[in-house]
């Protein structure tokens, strides 16, 4: 069991639609990060958000982390075919005695043209 | 601009051999982690280091073993290798657990 939990695990849309991918956890945590995944290449990190109830814009990507900062999600406006990668997000949890950065299973967009 | 290097890029091993991931970062970052991806399962922890000869373990630690004698290196050690350890390696690295992460390029392992 993944303390992150992301849904879906994939989607395909058009170009122009809009989409909302989740990040769901048992936990509370002090903040969480999104990161975009391309082919051959590790994960950048987007955005990191830290207050509950927080609300971040970057361009057309809008994070939200919840109130009980024990979810987050990502709404893409109007996709377009460089959206395409996987979206992961991660966070510092609790687990065995320490504190490390754990990261979710990661949703994985396709946005056709 | 080097920021974090991974090498070899790509691997192949057989069943039982041993070999090391490099992982060089000139950022002057104390936290270091590796991860391993495989298809469905996002990134997986490995072993990390808060700064140079603290290491601890993640939540896939087996078979596989770390050292940080300088702030820079991080090499990952796998010990005998099994194809259960075919997969993609990222090394990362950030001035905290809790800041940006900045990763490698990866290495492809296989083992047969």
């Known amino acids: 069991t993944q303390l992150l939990e992301q849904s879906p695990q994939f989607l395909s849309i058009q170009e122009g639609e809009n989409l909302t991918v989740y990040c769901n956890s048992s936990s509370v945590f002090s903040s969480l990060q999104w990161y975009r995944q391309e082919p051959g290449e590790g994960p950048v990190l987007l955005v990191t958000?830290?207050?509950?109830?927080e609300v971040k814009k970057l361009k057309r990507l809008t994070f939200q982390f919840g109130d009980a900062r024990k979810d987050s999600s990502l709404h893409i406006t109007a996709a377009q075919p460089g959206d395409t990668g996987l979206y992961l997000c991660a966070g510092p949890a609790w687990m065995d005695s320490s504190y490390k950065l754990i990261f979710g299973s990661g949703t994985r967009l396709l946005v056709r043209p | 601009n080097a920021g974090v290097t991974q090498t070899p890029k790509f691997q192949v091993l057989k069943t039982g051999q041993s070999m090391t991931l490099q992982c060089a970062q000139d950022?002057?970052?104390?936290?270091m982690s590796w991860y391993r991806q495989d298809p469905g399962m996002g990134l997986r922890l490995i072993h990390y280091s808060v700064g140079a000869g603290i290491t601890d373990q993640g939540e896939v630690p087996n078979g596989y073993n770390v050292s940080r004698s300088t702030t820079e290196d991080f090499p990952l050690r796998l010990l005998s290798a099994a194809p259960s350890q075919t997969s993609v390696y990222f090394c990362a690295s950030s001035l905290t657990r809790d800041t940006e992460a900045f990763f490698g390029q990866g290495t492809r392992l296989t083992v047969v």
């Open positions: 950022m002057n970052h104390e936290y």
């Open positions: 958000v830290v207050t509950g109830g």
